[in-house]
């Protein structure tokens, strides 16, 4: 088992920045590629961003040239630095482990087996 905390979320102004983190416990972390999605109001959960357990990181191009994902395995901790806000920003955002080697699309949810609960992120205009 694994058992992910998310932290970080809040109000934040658009063009302003917040950091979201992922402490992850129960397994090596190392070994776990890690991913962020997200779910907005009234829609479905989407891919915001993976990086692999050997430093590899995917974006959707939402993300792409404003979110930074990073890994700190000593401290079993992903973060997700989001810069350049927009108010389509705004949604839960979920981490998630992939503990298996899952062969599934780093985008699809269903390559991680385990969830986080949620951080609310809102962002004004």
């Known amino acids: 088992q694994v058992q992910l905390v998310e932290s970080g979320g809040g109000l934040g102004e658009a063009g302003g920045s917040l950091r979201l983190s992922c402490a992850a416990s129960g397994r090596t972390f190392s070994n776990l590629d890690m991913g962020w999605f997200r779910q907005a109001p009234g829609k479905e959960r989407t891919f915001v961003s993976t990086?692999?357990?050997?430093?590899?990181?995917y974006y959707a191009d939402s993300a792409k040239g404003r979110f930074t994902i990073s890994r700190d395995n000593a401290k079993s901790t992903v973060y997700l630095q989001m810069n350049s806000l927009k108010a389509e920003d705004t949604a839960v955002y979920y981490c998630?482990?992939?503990?298996?080697?899952?062969?599934?699309?780093?985008?699809?949810?269903?390559?991680?087996?385990?969830w986080g609960q949620g951080t609310q992120v809102t962002v004004s205009s």
């Open positions: 990086i692999t357990r050997s430093g590899n990181t």
């Open positions: 998630a482990a992939d503990a298996v080697l899952s062969r599934d699309r780093y985008y699809s949810e269903s390559k991680y087996e385990y």
